[in-house]
């Protein structure tokens, strides 16, 4: 069986069960329906990991990732979201936007 | 040399005389008849973008544009030999929309789904169940009413009047060129937002076109990135007009140093607030016209209803649909290079995530505009000298209108 993350990162193999998500709208979703304080639990996870992480993602094409390795990628895309919020908007979600649950995700990455 | 950050508190007006310095009436925006005169002489008469050539890669491959303010539907296919063909989508028979999903692949034929009549993808019609029970049936005469249709670097425009004899080419202009050789078809990584909006098409789009609000609206996500010391009010590098259509040149503030994340992402890719990204690409020569070192992106205005954000190494579009006076759907989308790395996956990922943020700031207002000029209070909007993309857009209108009616 393959490992769920790559050895020297299995210490966040339990955020990716919640975070490891193949979609920007699922994870765009996931940002908008988790609480705040658990938003900087898992930036507060993945922070100190993350040089270390993209300096071994940049070593890995995207054609061909191993299960593993883009259960790696998909954390820290989710961290690209959370981080919006955690740094910039320092909630959840800013009230006063639009109302991101009335786009459609028409073409998505 | 037309430069940066001018400090002459009326500089565009002094370029552009013509297009005045009053205050603007709110009918553009509220009244049902200005809108119906848009309809008319406006989006039936000029080109509209509809698409990328890439969506229909393969002969057969079609997409079906709603154009709802002209009350049309139009598909458009890939034909064998590579050429782009649009047609109302509209069965000759009686009447049936032809083609009902969005996009799809047709082989060599369209076939309704109403009675099976069979249209090949240059409109001819080419087969019709139990034709010798038809009175003179003449098939020839009975093919799918064509739109005319052209490409511009990749996009496909259509233009809805069968009567018109402008080129697209003559209808881009200038501003056509500034942007040719632009890498469009590498940035081929896709994002494509689209929302239906309370309220006018022209609320949506005239936030698109000023850097006035990014200070204030944007304090979240933009925060210094575009204002700073020397440039508090993010005045932009350039504006032009170009005939119906315009550009802005927007600045950076060279002080912004991004931080955390976002830091991160421009370590191993490239992040959406830098100044202008890594420069992986050729540029055209256009792009950054006063060539100022803090430069971000430009956006240009293709008249009516769409516009291209060029950044370095990715770039963005908005599409204002016109569905009534008070609905409009909008587009958006976000183009990014293939990525070669998973790194660098994550370096755009960010990039879009902060852009979604963004756009979804610039959303907030919309529906509140809309609301607020409703109740009556305002009879005009006041635009600053450096709004004047903004005013540019109404008086294009306004002067199109008038043309229009005038020949009527």
Redesign the interface.
């Known amino acids: 069986m393959s490992q769920v993350l790559p050895p020297a990162f299995m210490m966040l193999a339990d955020l990716v069960p919640d975070w490891a998500i193949d979609s920007?709208s699922g994870r765009?979703r996931r940002r908008f329906e988790t609480p705040f304080p658990v938003l900087n639990e898992f930036y507060a996870r993945m922070m100190p990991q993350?040089?270390p992480a993209?300096?071994y993602?940049?070593?890995?094409?995207?054609i061909g990732?191993s299960d593993a390795?883009?259960n790696?990628?998909l954390l820290?895309?989710s961290?690209?979201?959370v981080?919006?919020a955690v740094?910039?908007?320092?909630s959840t979600r800013?009230a006063?936007?639009?109302d991101?649950a009335?786009?459609?995700?028409?073409?998505?990455? | 040399m037309a430069t940066s950050l001018s400090s002459a508190p009326h500089r565009w007006r002094a370029l552009y005389p013509d297009l005045g310095t009053g205050p603007l009436p709110v009918e553009t925006v509220l009244s049902p008849d200005v809108f119906e005169q848009q309809r008319r002489h406006v989006f039936e008469k000029v080109w509209l973008q509809v698409g990328r050539v890439e969506s229909i890669a393969q002969p057969g491959d079609y997409f079906v544009a709603e154009i709802q303010i002209a009350k049309t539907s139009v598909i458009i296919v890939r034909q064998p030999g590579g050429t782009i063909g649009a047609f109302h989508n509209v069965c000759m028979h009686r009447g049936n929309k032809l083609a009902w999903q969005a996009k799809g692949k047709c082989g060599k034929f369209l076939t309704c789904n109403f009675h099976g009549w069979v249209f090949d993808t240059k409109g001819q019609l080419a087969s019709v169940p139990d034709a010798e029970n038809f009175y003179d049936l003449d098939k020839s005469a009975l093919s799918l009413r064509p739109v005319r249709v052209d490409v511009w670097e990749g996009f496909i425009f259509i233009n809805l009047d069968a009567q018109g004899t402008e080129t697209l080419s003559e209808f881009l202009g200038e501003l056509g060129q500034r942007l040719t050789g632009y890498p469009f078809a590498k940035l081929s990584t896709r994002t494509l937002w689209r929302t239906q909006v309370r309220s006018n098409w022209r609320l949506i789009a005239d936030a698109q076109v000023e850097t006035y609000h990014v200070p204030y609206l944007h304090h979240n996500t933009e925060q210094g990135v575009f204002s700073g010391p020397a440039n508090p009010h993010a005045h932009v590098h350039h504006f032009e007009a170009f005939g119906p259509h315009h550009m802005i040149s927007i600045p950076f503030n060279p002080l912004a140093v991004p931080k955390g994340v976002e830091a991160l992402a421009f370590q191993f890719g490239s992040s959406l607030v830098q100044a202008g990204g890594r420069g992986e690409f050729e540029m055209p020569e256009g792009l950054n016209p006063s060539k100022a070192s803090n430069w971000q992106f430009d956006i240009y205005h293709f008249f009516p209803n769409f516009n291209i954000l060029a950044f370095r190494d990715l770039y963005a579009t908005h599409q204002f649909w016109p569905l009534s006076v008070d609905q409009s759907v909008w587009e958006v989308s976000l183009n990014q290079p293939v990525a070669a790395t998973a790194a660098e996956r994550f370096a755009q990922e960010q990039a879009k995530c902060l852009f979604r943020e963004a756009v979804s700031e610039d959303g907030s207002t919309h529906e509140r505009t809309q609301e607020a000029l409703e109740s009556g209070v305002l009879k005009q909007i006041h635009l600053k000298d450096e709004e004047i993309a903004v005013r540019h857009g109404y008086v294009t209108l306004d002067r199109m209108i008038a043309a229009g009616e005038a020949a009527a």
Do not use: C, G, W
């Open positions: 920007e765009m993350i040089e993209l300096s993602l940049a070593t890995k094409p995207m990732l390795d883009r790696l990628l820290t895309l961290l690209a979201e981080s919006i740094e910039k908007v320092k800013n006063d936007t639009y991101v009335r786009l459609e995700f028409v073409h998505e990455q």
